[in-house]
T-cell receptor, first 114, second 114 residues
Framework: GAGVSQSPSNKVTEKGKDVELRCDPISGHTALYWYRQSLGQGLEFLIYFQGNSAPDKSGLPSDRFSAERTGGSVSTLTIQRTQQEDSAVYLC????????????FGPGTRLTVT | GENVEQHPSTLSVQEGDSAVIKCTYS??????FPWYKQELGKRPQLIID?????GEKKDQRIAVTLNKTAKHFSLHITETQPEDSAVYFCAALNSGGSNYKLTFGKGTLLTVNP
């Protein structure tokens, strides 16, 4: 079946602008995760959704970052007033449910803030 | 919180040789340990995983071992092939936490020379 999809694949924005990144999880997966991968670095956890709820938002790096999930499916990650240090690849993953553990990743959105 | 250390950061082997990548973790409650392979510009792909009630798991040329007492786990690739060249990430998850997040190591760049 179809895997996790993300859009856009690339986004270039000017410092100070807002951006929205979208994630479509695998159909039927109730758990959804956002991670950030900076150049040459590992993956940094941002937020987790079970259904439409995010029990823990402490991974978001600042209050400029927010995320929502609607209908238990699509999620959007919004970054307000982007800064150059926000430049990274933003990866989304989904799993059947949190207790199934296996997370499958999307192709990511490469965000460049100029 | 959890901290995962991964070594080596780069590894170069000859085709046909074995490759071993090692990770240590800090949270003794972590109970799920996946390995991801990421080719340049591609999404991380789950290649093998192990749960804390198992000491070893094998899938064709790849195997993972887990030592809970020492809090370390390793990826073993035998009979390496050029297509094994990629960045490999280990990760740990504590399912008793609130967010089911994966904590990743910083990755190992594996190069298999023909």
């Amino acid at each position: 079946g179809a895997g996790v999809s993300q859009s856009p694949s690339n986004k270039v924005t000017e410092k100070g602008k807002d951006v929205e990144l979208r994630c479509d999880p695998i159909s039927g997966h109730t758990a959804l995760y956002w991670y950030r991968q900076s150049l040459g670095q590992g993956l940094e956890f941002l937020i987790y959704f079970q259904g439409n709820s995010a029990p823990d938002k402490s991974g978001l790096p600042s209050d400029r970052f927010s995320a929502e999930r609607t209908g238990g499916s699509v999620s959007t990650l919004t970054i307000q007033r982007t800064q150059q240090e926000d430049s990274a690849v933003y990866l989304c993953a989904s799993s059947l449910g949190p207790q199934t553990y296996e997370q499958y990743f999307g192709p990511g959105t490469r965000l460049t803030v100029t | 919180g959890e901290n995962v250390e991964q070594h080596p950061s780069t590894l170069s082997v000859q085709e046909g040789d074995s490759a071993v990548i090692k990770c240590t973790y800090s949270d003794s409650a972590s109970n799920y340990f996946p390995w991801y392979k990421q080719e340049l510009g591609k999404r991380p792909q789950l290649i093998i995983d192990i749960r804390s009630n198992v000491g070893e798991k094998k899938d064709q040329r790849i195997a993972v071992t887990l030592n809970k007492t020492a809090k370390h786990f390793s990826l073993h690739i035998t009979e390496t092939q050029p297509e094994d060249s990629a960045v490999y990430f280990c990760a740990a998850l504590n399912s008793g936490g609130s967010n089911y997040k994966l904590t990743f190591g910083k990755g190992t760049l594996l190069t298999v020379n023909p």
